[in-house]
């Protein structure tokens, strides 16, 4: 079994600033791809960034020279510092890890989601 596990989101004003955190812990032979993902109401379900386990980044048009993904020293975790946030980017945030177990299989696991609401 894999958990991946989020946190820090919450309400913040318009052109704040909010960090992501997330976690994977369990059967975890090593981590390929770790990213997140959002979805608003009503909206498919889009990539923010992602980052490989050699660190090569990936990020979504809108946020680009805004937010910043990042990975821990044990491969195992994820943060998004996110700066000058706008109200389009309300939505809930998603961690989603590509993990490679002991069996030899790679499989996709997402976390609960975490609100993150820009508003005045």
């Known amino acids: 079994q894999v958990q991946v596990v989020e946190s820090g989101g919450g309400l913040v004003q318009p052109g704040g600033s909010l960090r992501l955190s997330c976690a994977a812990s369990?059967?975890?032979?090593?981590?390929?791809?770790m990213g997140w993902w959002r979805q608003a109401p009503g909206s498919q379900r889009e990539l923010v960034a992602d980052?490989?386990?050699?660190?090569?980044?990936n990020y979504g048009d809108s946020v680009q020279g805004r937010f910043t993904i990042s990975k821990g020293d044990a491969g195992n975790s994820v943060y998004l510092q996110m700066n000058s946030l706008k109200p389009e980017d309300t939505a809930v945030y998603y961690c989603?890890?590509?993990?490679?177990?002991?069996?030899?299989?790679?499989?996709?696991?997402w976390g609960q989601g975490t609100q993150v609401t820009v508003s005045s």
């Open positions: 369990g059967d975890i032979v090593s981590i390929n791809n």
């Open positions: 989603h890890a590509f993990v490679l177990r002991s069996s030899w299989s790679e499989d996709d696991y």
């Open positions: 980052i490989t386990g050699g660190g090569s980044t």
